[in-house]
């Protein structure tokens, strides 16, 4: 039986730089930040005062006052996202089998927002009157349902959780569905909408985000000795995969081709990374196994880089022990410095930025890093793309996410080969 190949032909985005893939791709390039201060709450109790909030969006351009009441928030940058990148890869119009088209988008936490509105909207004395949408609207799984319904996708269809790794989860899992002949077409990604009173809140409790609110666009800054901890963002990530031979059949464009995924847990601590990078390598190594490519033959590391004091250095262990000599070699970045920490839909960002690097040859930079702010435990011989983009051929991209609970998922993208 011949090895079916998976093929990303297709993109879309929704992000704290930009409403599309274009604008978010080009920020990226640029170097800009999507930090700012909080405008969708009163913030100012809180010790963290600034996000990664997606700008200049109303619900309103896009959906009708019914769908409003149905739809969270995340779920509404998701469908955004996926219809960007069905556009984009041409199936609505082609002559596909939807029965073989299938969608699994995740999110980390779903509909936090609508969880705080509904409670606090509850009047104990009048007795409990919850919309009949409440539920539906908090549900990590029900994008994955809104999209299919949307367009008539009947393959496979649900959501993984798996915390900040949830993103690259779906992409993993929607790969070995064409794998394993379940689906020639998969819509894939994630979609996040926590800056709310209990996602700051909560993560603030965990001493896990920025505190920087002086300096917003400066709070994010991976592999920094001043790094304090992440700045939360929101927006959502998409991507198309589909059979190579289907997508050949068809004439699609090919962005790149996606060789390999990894898998594996730190099995440690519930929110810190392994300090030694135990899983980071782990996972690292089963992508390269899985793809069959050596170690020297990546040449750009999207890593997962959220600017945390354990989980930066750890990455940077992890790194250096997989590739060894060619650690040096090879290009790293966290476009996290940027877009903040988009939680369950980081790794669908974050691997569209893995697939552009490719067809463009850029590495992003890795912003917010001044030659004076080194981290003695850190090995600045590395290439972490401080502050401005390379320009470098790049054949195979690897991007990395990890998530609370000791989640570690990455995937290798290749550019395609006949």
């Known amino acids: ?15 704290p730089l930009g409403n599309d893939v274009p604008s978010t791709w080009e920020a990226l390039k640029n170097g800009e930040s999507g930090a700012a201060p909080i405008t969708l709450f009163d913030c100012s109790k809180f010790k963290t005062q600034f996000a990664c909030e997606v700008k200049d969006f109303d619900p309103s351009d896009h959906f009708d006052r019914k769908a409003q009441r149905r739809y969270d928030r995340y779920a509404m940058f998701g469908l955004l996202s996926a219809k960007e990148a069905l556009n984009d890869a041409g199936i609505l119009e082609a002559q596909v089998d939807r029965n073989r088209v299938g969608v699994i988008f995740t999110s980390g936490v779903g509909g936090i927002a609508s969880f705080e ?3 606090r909207d509850y009047n104990p004395e009048s007795g409990p009157r919850f919309s009949p949408f409440f539920i539906p609207r908090l549900i990590a799984d029900i994008t994955a349902g809104h999209i299919s319904i949307e367009h008539g996708f009947h393959g496979p269809n649900y959501a993984t959780v798996s ?5 690259t989860n779906a992409i993993i899992d929607a790969y070995h569905m064409i794998l394993l002949n379940k689906a020639d077409v998969m819509v894939t990604g994630g979609a996040e909408a926590a800056v709310s009173i209990t996602g700051i809140g909560g993560f603030n409790s965990l001493n896990a985000l920025s505190t920087r609110n002086d300096d917003p666009q400066g709070a994010s800054r991976p592999f920094s000795a001043s790094r304090d901890g992440f700045v939360l963002g929101e927006g959502a990530g998409a991507l198309i995969l589909e059979e190579y031979e289907h997508a050949k059949a068809r004439g699609a464009k090919i962005y790149a081709e996606l060789v390999g995924v990894g898998l594996s847990a730190d099995a440690y601590h519930l929110t810190a990374s392994h300090p030694d990078g135990l899983g980071a390598k782990l996972v690292m190594k089963n992508a390269l196994e ?51 920490h988009l939680l369950g839909a980081a790794g669908a960002v974050e691997a569209i930025a893995s697939v552009k690097a490719i067809e463009e040859g850029v590495v992003p930079p890795t912003i917010n890093h001044d030659e004076e702010d080194k981290d003695p435990e850190i090995d600045y011989k590395l290439d972490f793309t401080f502050n401005t983009k390379k320009e470098r051929p790049i054949r195979v991209s690897l991007s990395n996410t990890f998530g609370f609970g000791g989640h570690n998922a990455s995937v290798i993208f290749k550019k395609l080969e006949e």
Do not use: W
């Open 117 to 119: 509105q509904e409670v």
């Open 1 to 15: 039986m011949v090895q079916r190949r998976v093929v990303v032909t297709g993109l879309g985005a929704i992000t």
């Open 290 to 340: 899985d793809a069959g490519l050596k170690a020297e033959e990546v040449d750009y590391i999207n890593v997962h880089g959220t600017s945390t004091p354990v989980g930066d250095l750890s990455e940077a262990l992890a790194i250096k022990e997989v590739f060894g000599e060619h650690a040096y070699k090879l290009s790293i970045s966290s476009t996290k410095s940027m877009t903040g």
């Open 163 to 167: 915390a900040c790794a949830s993103g």
